[in-house]
């Protein structure tokens, strides 16, 4: 079964922005694009609002011109649009289940009650079962030129990970894009040294070599499955979303991942997660793992 790249949109410039990633996206790996509309039915007595069945009317309007826009622009790519009418983040992470990546604009908000890169969106991040993508405004296709990277993060050991760098290796191989993985390392506490791990450190050469073993052996299945993806190992000392956020400029997507399981007080996105979507100037793709 084929699944589409779904998009987002609520009449911002963010959400065009969006639109134009998606759509894309969708020619690189011929897929087809859904285009959503996802908002509150809400009776207008009750907010105060334009009449509902106006609402609804604006809303498929304003999906189908997305979408008739991204046809004209690619006549070969197959486009569809769709308003869902309902509470909005359930209404995005039922999207996004069904769809090979959900994509939003960053901090879009509509005329109407639609979906908001706020409150709402890091909601739709944290639930979603998908890789979630978000797009700023001022994104052009210039920031996918040649000599910018595919730039995804990696911790723990190969299975920690093995779901960003799917993402970033199979979005590289589409683009003819070079991939950096980059593993951030900082000194552990003195009481967090055991028997068995100072003998893996001993083993490795110190504390940069293990680290670099690591990375290594992650990224090794990935570089054998996608041959043709020019790849970068990179390793540094420092806190994870900052050593990240360093290497921004250089990139046209970075890649981070979020922990999939939910929690006592429900889905949570994530320190490194949360810091690189709020100050990433490119497109961040949000991988939820296991």
Known sequence: MTHPITVGVDGSDESRAAVTWAAREAVRRRLPLRVVYAWHGQPHELVGGPDPEE???????????????????????????????????????????????????????????????????????????????????????????????????????????????????????????????????SLPLLFAYSPGSLKLLDEAGGLEPFEKKALAEAVKPWSERFPEVPVTEYVEMGSAGQVLLSLAARAQLMVVQRRAERSAVGSRIGSVAHAVMHHAPCPVAVVPHA
């Open 55 to 185: 609402q609804a009317q604006w809303a498929q309007e304003l999906a189908e011109e997305a979408a008739r826009t991204v046809a004209e622009r690619h006549a070969d790519l197959a486009v569809s649009a769709e308003v869902l009418v309902g509470n909005v983040v359930d209404s995005l992470v039922s999207a996004a289940s069904g769809a090979e990546t959900l994509v939003l604009g960053s901090r879009g908000h509509g005329a109407i009650v639609g979906f908001l890169i706020g409150s709402v969106g890091q909601q739709v991040i944290a639930e979603a079962a998908r890789p979630v993508v978000l797009v700023r405004a001022d994104d052009r296709a210039t920031s996918e030129a040649a000599g910018r990277e595919i730039v995804v993060g990696q911790q723990g050991g190969p299975d920690d990970s093995a779901a960003g760098l799917q993402f970033a290796f199979e979005t590289a191989a589409a683009r003819r894009a070079a991939v950096r993985v980059v593993r951030a390392w």
